[in-house]
């Protein structure tokens, strides 16, 4: 009857001695791979670039301090880490906010950045804390000519109208592999875009569903002149950009962002609530 015991004991003291050995592997080992975040600790700082124009609810000014979704975002990872956020407001675009964390004079880009192949060759992404589909917003008399008789979902697969987008942006890059046959029309900011849509100068715009949605519902009237589409099937991921050799610094945000719930990616109308919610820049 003694031998089941023995041989559980047996059994178990060999697999105590594997975890025991392996458990010493990782302070060995990680020293190296820890420095960057090491480094930031000791620095006592966590410095997290943002575009200075405002994109409320994402990043915008209440009563002149920094305020929404992504501040909230950048400030909790700093009180977890214990150490203070320095924001940096001075990229005029979300490129520049690439290129600061690109340079290493920032830790992250936390600013409704989307992810895109070209900008993901030459920094790190974390996983998504939102998740938007692709939308259009077309000039009604210019789309009609365009649909004829045609069916709108053969319009919009090969669309080859005239398309306005934000130069230099994610959706300059996804227009180019999404509409091959469109003829894209940059314009500096958004609303050039929609200036753009309201002449008829471009059939279409192509944006993220949100920024669609609430420019719809901040300016109503815009739906006498143009109506929006949603492309289901083409989804823009917002994720916060970390500097390319921060190999820790990005296994720390993903985890935080597990293991705070900001994993489970917003929605397009989970972020217009934020938005109606949120009190509106000066």
């Known amino acids: ?38 480094k930031l600790i000791s620095r006592g700082k966590l410095r997290v670039v943002v575009p200075s124009f405002e994109s409320p609810p994402f990043f ?5 301090t920094p305020a929404g979704i992504d501040i909230d975002l950048a400030s909790a990872m700093a009180t977890a880490l214990g150490v203070e956020l320095e ?11 690439v290129d600061v964390i690109i340079r290493g004079e920032a830790d992250l880009a936390v600013c409704k950045l989307s992810r895109t192949l ?9 996983q998504p804390y939102a998740r938007l589909s692709h939308g259009l917003i077309a000039n009604r ?45 940059e314009f500096a ?20 569903e949100f920024e669609i949605k609430r420019v719809l519902l ?38 935080f962002l597990a293991l705070t719930d900001r994993s489970n990616a917003l929605s397009a109308d989970e972020i217009l609530r934020h938005y109606k919610l949120a009190e509106k820049p000066a």
């Open 141 to 185: 008399v210019r789309f009609a000519a365009l649909l004829g008789t045609r069916k709108i979902e053969t319009v919009i697969r090969k669309f080859d109208g005239r398309m306005g987008v934000i130069a230099k942006s994610s959706f300059a890059e996804f227009a180019r592999r999404n509409f091959p046959n469109a003829k894209l029309v």
């Open 218 to 255: 901040d300016d109503p009237s815009l739906t006498l002149v143009a109506r929006s589409v949603t492309l289901t099937d083409l989804t823009d991921t917002i994720g916060i950009g970390i500097a390319p050799g921060a190999s820790h610094l990005a296994a720390y945000v993903d985890t």
């Open 1 to 38: 009857m003694s031998r089941g015991p023995t041989r559980r004991l047996f059994l178990a003291a060999p697999f105590g001695i594997a975890l025991a050995s392996t458990a010493t592997v990782p302070g060995q080992a990680l020293t190296q791979d820890e420095t960057d975040l090491a």
């Open 87 to 97: 924001l940096d407001r001075r990229p005029a675009s979300f490129n520049d906010a």
């Open 118 to 126: 070209n900008r993901a060759r030459v920094i790190r992404y974390s």
């Open 189 to 208: 900011s958004w609303g050039h875009v929609l200036d753009g849509v309201r002449s008829g100068d471009v059939d279409a715009a192509y944006r993220d």
């Open 60 to 64: 915008y000014r209440r009563d002149g």
